[in-house]
């Protein structure tokens, strides 16, 4: 198996897989870091560190989305009633971003449902499986940490996959 060839085989399987994995996965979960719940988790996660609020910038770069992206999701979850936006008082041109109430339990729901479908998933996978999955997936990442960012760069796995 320590032919080239095997891995390019192997590579390919992989691949296909992970893309019937990911079409096969509830829409919440597929969605779940490219729009609203990237952007509500990026606000999260900034107020459970104790930072100061996010600027929509900062969200962009903390969440992998475009800043248009994130402009378009503001917007949206600003209509819902999820987050305020208020410029900074020392500079005015400066606009921050806070997850309010609503929004904050909007986050804890999807988050129980997160958690929800992937306890059953595991379930269903059985504890060794999953213990091995999860090893596996560590493993990758680390991998992957090493690697020239600019190599992984373009979209991602599925959709550089589906495209080939």
């Not at 129980?112 to 990442?141: H, M, P, T, V, Y």
Request: hydrophobic content about 35%; proline content about 3%.
């Amino acid at each position: 198996m320590e032919t080239n060839d095997s891995y390019v085989a192997l590579s390919r399987e992989l691949f296909e897989q992970l893309a019937r994995m990911r079409r096969g996965m509830h829409p919440s979960a597929r969605n779940s870091m490219r729009g609203e719940m990237a952007v509500i988790r990026a606000l999260h996660l900034a107020a459970v560190a104790g930072e100061a609020d996010p600027t929509p910038s900062q969200i962009a770069e903390c969440s992998h989305l475009s800043p248009a992206r994130v402009a378009n999701v503001l917007r949206a979850l600003e209509d819902k009633g999820w987050i305020s936006r208020s410029h900074d008082t020392q500079d005015r041109r400066r606009v921050t971003v806070t997850l309010t109430e609503q929004g904050e339990a909007e986050r804890a729901r999807r988050r129980a449902e997160f958690d929800r479908r992937g306890a059953e998933f595991l379930r269903e996978l059985g504890e060794q499986d999953a213990r091995e999955a999860l090893r596996i997936l560590k493993r990758c990442n680390e991998i992957l940490s090493k690697q020239d960012p600019t190599e992984t760069k373009g979209g991602d796995a599925d959709e550089n996959h589906q495209a080939l």
